[in-house]
């Protein structure tokens, strides 16, 4: 890559982060893959300040807590058709990350949200995936020569070597099932719209304003009203309100609580804790207590 080609590049941090089921052997490869990728990009010079590939192990929600908010973008690439819904797309774009994604899943109803202007997709439609499958396997489809060069270089060894690349490889090379050859050159396509738009700062910063602003629809509130409505054929009711007390007989009642608590003897304290036990107090200032600030008194144990 020359200095000029360097210079004009958007410098990225990738980041994978995911675990693979213990008989899930080729998604166990995958991360191995990955790995063998950071391992080669990152020890390597001239890529100092142009990419970094990292994998993150035992993802969680802690880790996404810390993840999510920090990204600028995020791939949500399962092929049109094959993902039922999916949240991560959204948590990531409720925090003003912006999306990259196929048509497919939660996608499609964030589109809908927040408009197609404000996202970047490609790929195949659900509708013509069968279609495309079949021309696959006619031969009708010519690999993208790009696409070619990565399998090659892959196998060559060039981003380090272990045996089972050529199971991975050949897991979509000799039946490519979610048509990775085929959405590839749209993939590659959005990826450049991704750093053109980078490097507009402020259309960037509008896309991710208007894109966390659309996302009122996946709230946590709107979901359990969906489901109360349509599923569960229920109607919300409201809390009961406060239950009237006198205040001053309240103040009157708890200073003379207070006052019994603040001189307890040591008979009347847990052995264990030291807080007042529930058995060690007379019936009266029990159900004082009780009245007021049942079973919320920090300094009151009820067990029996």
Do not use: C
């Not at 890559?1 to 052997?25: H, L, N, Q, T």
């Not at 949500?76 to 990259?100: P, Q, R, W």
């Amino acid at each position: 890559m020359s200095y000029d080609e360097r210079s004009d590049v958007v410098p990225r941090v990738v980041i994978f982060a995911g675990k693979a089921a213990p008989g899930y052997v080729i998604a166990k490869l995958i991360i191995k893959l990955i790995n063998s990728v950071s391992k080669t990009v990152n020890d390597d010079p001239d890529m100092e300040d142009v990419l970094k590939v990292i994998f993150i192990p035992n993802y969680n929600v802690s880790l996404a807590e810390l993840l999510i908010p920090a990204s600028d973008i995020s791939q949500h690439i399962s092929t049109a058709g094959t993902e039922a819904s999916g949240t991560s797309n959204m948590k990531f774009v409720m925090n003003g990350g912006l999306l990259l994604g196929t048509v497919d899943g939660a996608n499609v109803e964030i589109r809908e949200e927040i408009g197609d202007s404000n996202l970047f997709m490609f790929g195949t439609l659900t509708a013509d995936v069968e279609e495309q499958r079949l021309r696959l396997r006619e031969g009708q489809i010519k690999w993208d020569s790009r696409l070619l060069e990565v399998i090659q270089l892959l196998r060559d060894g060039t981003f380090g070597e272990f045996p089972e690349i050529h199971q991975l490889l050949d897991s979509f090379t000799h039946h490519d099932h979610y048509l990775i050859s085929v959405d590839w050159p749209s993939y590659l396509a959005a990826q450049e719209l991704v750093d053109q738009t980078y490097k507009d700062e402020y259309k960037w910063t509008q896309m991710s304003i208007l894109s966390a602003a659309g996302m009122g629809k996946f709230s946590a509130d709107r979901s359990i009203q969906d489901y109360a409505e349509k599923i569960w054929k229920i109607e919300p009711h409201a809390r009961p309100g406060p239950i009237p007390i006198d205040t001053s007989l309240m103040v009157e009642d708890m200073g003379k609580v207070g006052s019994y608590l603040s001189g307890a003897s040591p008979g009347e304290q847990s052995p264990f804790t030291h807080d007042i036990a529930r058995e060690r107090i007379t019936d009266d200032i029990v159900a004082k207590i009780s009245r007021y600030s049942p079973l919320n008194s920090p300094s009151i144990n009820f067990n029996q």
